[in-house]
């Protein structure tokens, strides 16, 4: 007797083997992307030998900034806004100008200037100046009213070298 065959029997072979040439397929396609994935991460994305940074760092260095003169003023101690007036403030602040000219007029406006920081300064509270923002917004504001004072030439910066609430 002839043993017939099932027509779904023969259909699914050929599916097996089509799987399993789509695994084998789907693997070696993942070895390529990694193999190429490897390649630009060690040509591109790896560091640079230690003579290649220091070339490049030298390129593109900027000229260091010229520290300019300092004049440093005299201490201010002053009462904070506080309703039970028990906080003090003592502050030292150091300028820095553009010349020796800039400081010259800077000690001639010093009167100027240091009846503008006790007023500023007594205006805040507490709160204000024991953050850092606080302190970085009062060093803003200082700069700004002596840079109106000190115009046409410019302070560069303001140093508190001493920053003491009590």
Do not use: C, W
Request: proline fraction near 6%.
């Amino acid at each position: 007797m002839a043993v017939e065959k099932d027509p779904e029997a023969t259909e699914q072979v050929p599916k097996k083997k089509s799987k399993m040439v789509f695994f084998i397929i789907l693997g070696v396609g993942i070895l390529v992307l990694g193999g190429g994935g490897f390649f630009a991460y060690t040509k591109f994305m790896t560091h640079k030998p230690a003579t290649e940074e220091v070339a490049d760092q030298e390129a593109k260095k900027e000229p260091p900034q010229v520290i300019g003169e300092m004049l440093v003023l005299e201490p201010f101690v002053v009462n904070l806004a506080d309703p039970k007036g028990k906080r003090y403030l003592k502050v030292k602040i150091e300028l820095e100008l553009e010349s020796k000219e800039a400081v010259d007029k800077a000690t001639k406006a010093a009167p100027k200037l240091r009846d503008m920081v006790i007023m500023m300064l007594t205006s805040l509270g507490f709160e204000e100046v024991m953050t850092p923002e606080g302190k970085i917004r009062v060093r803003d504001e200082l700069l700004e009213r002596f840079n109106e004072i000190m115009r046409p030439d410019h302070i560069k910066n303001i140093y508190f070298t001493e920053f003491v609430v009590q």
